[in-house]
């Protein structure tokens, strides 16, 4: 599976900005893919994740710090996932890689990784 993330820019404290992260893969569908992201000198962290839960069901998980602003949402006919970002603060600025794993389930953690994609925002 490669992911390719993308969307990323320098917005103003308040400012919306949407990625995007597009998976090269078969099963799609039947991925789950998540949203981390790296500040400067940080930790890499979990964000937000679409997972998928057989048949074909998917259901939404975000972390305390963006539950409320983030929406993820995913596009299977596009092989795409979207991280919506609203009410962006500067604390939000960071590198956001999205990540991917065959199967539903829980965990937080993805095997497949992108590349990453800069999101500053500016006060």
């Known amino acids: 599976v490669q992911l390719q993330a993308s969307g990323g820019g320098s917005v103003q404290a308040g400012d919306s900005l949407s990625l995007s992260c597009v998976a090269s893969a078969h099963t799609f569908s039947r991925l789950s893919v998540g949203w981390f992201r790296q500040a400067l000198g940080e930790e890499r962290v979990f964000v937000a994740g679409?997972?998928?839960?057989?048949?074909?069901?998917?259901?939404?998980d975000y972390s305390d710090s963006v539950k409320g602003r983030f929406a993820v949402s995913r596009d299977n006919a596009r092989n795409t996932v979207y991280l919506h970002m609203n009410t962006l603060q500067p604390e939000d600025t960071a590198r956001y890689y999205c990540a991917a794993r065959l199967g539903g389930g829980l965990s937080r953690k993805y095997g497949y990784w992108g590349q990453g994609t800069l999101v500053t925002v500016s006060s």
């Open positions: 679409s997972r998928w839960a057989a048949p074909s069901t998917y259901s939404s």
